[in-house]
């Protein structure tokens, strides 16, 4: 890089070189996003997040109704399906805003409690276990290979 001169003293400087470094993955931050995103569907969709991209049920937690056709569940597939001109899964007398609506009504209050309290739950967390915690974490990281664990 060529030498430029500093404005104050007139003296020729060098300027430092801009570095790409690896951005570090952050643990916390993709639990907090993984727990807000299913906390919204919950509330809008009525399933949780993996089931939502899904459209299969998962885990213990999924609902075990008849999720295929007709529920008030919506799945991603589903809301594909109904934006391409399909029945989305629901009834003929029914519509996936009117399912979104119940939804909203019934899980609406506890979902956006959720949503405001988990990063609230995550950033008290992030105080009480920064440095003491994490840094034989990272230690152990380092030797397989990964640069920085953060919470």
Same mark, same amino acid.
């Given at each position: 890089?060529?030498?430029?001169?500093?404005?104050?003293?007139?003296?020729?400087?060098?300027?430092?070189?801009?570095?790409? +470094?690896?951005?570090?993955?952050?643990?916390?931050?993709?639990?907090?996003?993984?727990?807000?995103?299913?906390?919204?569907?919950?509330?809008?969709?009525?399933?949780?997040?993996?089931?939502?991209?899904?459209?299969?049920? #998962?885990?213990?937690?999924?609902?075990?109704?008849?999720?295929?056709?007709?529920?008030?569940?919506?799945?991603?597939? !589903?809301? #594909?399906?109904?934006?391409?001109?399909?029945?989305?899964?629901?009834?003929?007398?029914?519509?996936?805003?009117?399912?979104?609506? +119940?939804?909203? +009504?019934?899980?609406? %209050?506890?979902?956006?409690?959720?949503?405001?309290? $988990?990063?609230?739950?995550?950033?008290?967390?992030?105080?009480? %276990?920064?440095?003491?915690?994490?840094?034989?974490?990272?230690?152990?990281?380092?030797?397989?290979? $990964?640069? !920085?664990?953060?919470?």
């Amino acid at each position: 890089m060529a030498a430029r001169r500093n404005r104050k003293s007139g003296k020729f400087s060098r300027t430092a070189r801009r570095t790409n +470094r690896k951005k570090s993955f952050n643990i916390g931050k993709a639990a907090e996003t993984a727990l807000v995103a299913s906390a919204a569907t919950q509330g809008l969709f009525g399933t949780n997040l993996a089931q939502f991209i899904t459209g299969k049920n #998962i885990g213990p937690w999924s609902n075990t109704g008849d999720n295929k056709n007709h529920s008030w569940n919506l799945t991603g597939p !589903e809301l #594909i399906n109904a934006l391409m001109g399909g029945d989305g899964g629901m009834a003929a007398d029914y519509s996936v805003m009117s399912a979104m609506k +119940r939804n909203i +009504r019934l899980n609406g %209050l506890s979902s956006l409690a959720q949503m405001v309290a $988990i990063p609230f739950a995550f950033k008290i967390g992030r105080k009480v %276990l920064a440095k003491p915690l994490i840094n034989p974490i990272n230690r152990a990281a380092r030797s397989v290979g $990964i640069k !920085e664990v953060k919470l």
